[in-house]
């Protein structure tokens, strides 16, 4: 009873890097702690601020973040979080340091646990003499690729050349020079300035990986040689914490009841994420592969996802009477519990890594179309090391969809799949079981954060 209540007195708090796939793990990582005894704030960006109503046992701290309607709007979202780390640092510090004079009973900030697209928050943390925790919301397989980009760069690889994308890269294989996660979001210059900021670890205590040692075991043992801080493996997250909604985007619960008339394992459900955009004729094509496939699918259509159009006004013509009963089209779904239902048996996914946590999770194949960044590392390792995806490569055509939509759902191809996909499932659900690898790894992370040294 006594350590419950020494735990009961320590506060951590959060800083979620400002998009969905960022706020998602932080916010799980938030309802894990908790369930070990912390109290958890969460000190987050105006901008895309999550809903305070659906963690009613957070504490939420808004930070000014000045945005204007032009940083908002850019296509450079590295530009954005360049901005965004200027300008929240001493919104927080003034914030942080009031809370620290003013503490609530028994519930001392003991560390600060930051995304690593946020590393404002290292130089608080020093500032006010916390500890801080970095929490990598990305593969660790990623990670080694984002810091690799500075040597292939010095090597004379970087900017890539056409006559090369095919060519396995030097010490990162199964990686191929376009599996490299360099962004769209921003140039390549700035691309390659945020990777030194993130890659930087600075002072911090330690990295949290939203990963499973048996995911991942020849990476996080490459991480572990050279690293000087502890690492902990306590993925995956959205199974570590009881389900709270996370979703800035309002999700639509009534396709469950269009699955529920569906064949089990008959699904294609298509979701490219929160940021992927595609232009008319990516959607014509994508459509017309859907529909020809002749499988039913539930497919997610992002508001504004689609250049010139605000939803699904520029379908083409005939492809809703062509498809009649067979496919539901939503603006947003809830993800988990459209990959845990029967009837799915394909997720057509942008490979973000928290989509691919899900999927594995639910012993879902994949069809592999990444956007940008590290998205193309995990399709990558998705088709070629864990094998439980198809890719699906260079400009969307819909004979190439049909194709791989029957290849996973009706081909023998796609049971063979489905079954390592199982066999992926079963080993994730060990590494959250009492003597798991992953429950161990939160068990010492917890001790770790407890005996973290304070100012006196």
Not at 107 to 124: H, K, L, N, R, S
Not at 240 to 247: I, K, L, N, Q, V
Request: hydrophobic residues 40%; aromatic residues 6%; contains cysteine.
């Amino acid at each position: 009873m006594g350590k419950q209540s020494t735990k009961r007195s320590q506060r951590v708090l959060l800083i979620p890097g400002p998009f969905q796939g960022h706020i998602t793990p932080m916010l799980e990582l938030g309802t894990t702690l908790h369930s070990k005894g912390f109290s958890i704030t969460v000190a987050h960006t105006i901008f895309n601020s999550p809903n305070p109503s659906n963690h009613p046992d957070f504490v939420f701290l808004p930070l000014s973040d000045n945005l204007s309607g032009a940083d908002i709007s850019s296509r450079s979202l590295i530009a954005l979080m360049k901005t965004i780390n200027t300008n929240c640092q001493v919104p927080l510090r003034e914030s942080l340091a009031q809370i620290m004079e003013n503490p609530e009973p028994y519930d001392q900030v003991v560390c600060i646990i930051y995304d690593t697209i946020m590393p404002f928050a290292e130089a608080v943390a020093n500032h006010l003499q916390l500890p801080s925790i970095i929490l990598r919301t990305n593969s660790v397989s990623a990670t080694i690729a984002y810091e690799s980009l500075p040597r292939l760069q010095a090597a004379g690889y970087i900017p890539l050349q056409d006559y090369m994308l095919q060519d396995l890269v030097p010490g990162l294989q199964p990686l191929r020079f376009k599996d490299l996660p360099i962004s769209k979001f921003g140039t390549l210059k700035e691309s390659l300035e945020m990777i030194a900021d993130i890659s930087h670890i600075g002072t911090s205590s330690a990295i949290i990986w939203n990963s499973v040692d048996c995911l991942e075991p020849s990476a996080l043992a490459q991480l572990k040689q050279h690293s000087q801080v502890p690492l902990f493996t306590i993925g995956p997250l959205h199974k570590m914490a009881p389900a709270s909604s996370t979703s800035l985007i309002r999700e639509d619960t009534n396709c469950t009841a269009w699955l529920d008339k569906q064949a089990p394992d008959s699904v294609i459900y298509v979701s490219l994420g929160s940021l992927a955009l595609m232009d008319e004729k990516e959607l014509a094509e994508t459509a017309w592969g859907l529909a020809n496939s002749g499988q039913p699918f539930l497919w997610v259509v992002r508001p504004g996802s689609v250049h010139g159009s605000e939803w699904i006004e520029n379908l083409p013509e005939g492809f809703k009477e062509a498809i009649e009963q067979k496919g539901h089209i939503v603006k947003w779904a809830p993800q988990r519990e459209v990959l845990s239902h029967g009837a799915v048996g394909v997720f057509w996914s942008h490979c973000g890594w928290n989509s691919t946590l899900e999927s594995i999770c639910e012993g879902v194949p994949m069809i592999c179309k990444p956007y940008s960044g590290d998205q193309k590392v995990n399709a990558r390792y998705l088709t070629e090391v864990w094998k439980v995806g198809l890719p699906l490569e260079g400009v969307l055509e819909r004979g190439e969809i049909e194709r791989a939509i029957r290849r996973l759902l009706v081909d023998k191809e796609g049971e063979e799949m489905r079954q390592r996909a199982t066999d992926m499932r079963e080993k994730l659900k060990l590494s959250l079981k009492r003597d798991g690898s992953s429950n161990n790894s939160l068990n010492d992370l917890t001790e770790f954060i407890l005996s973290l040294q304070l100012p006196k």
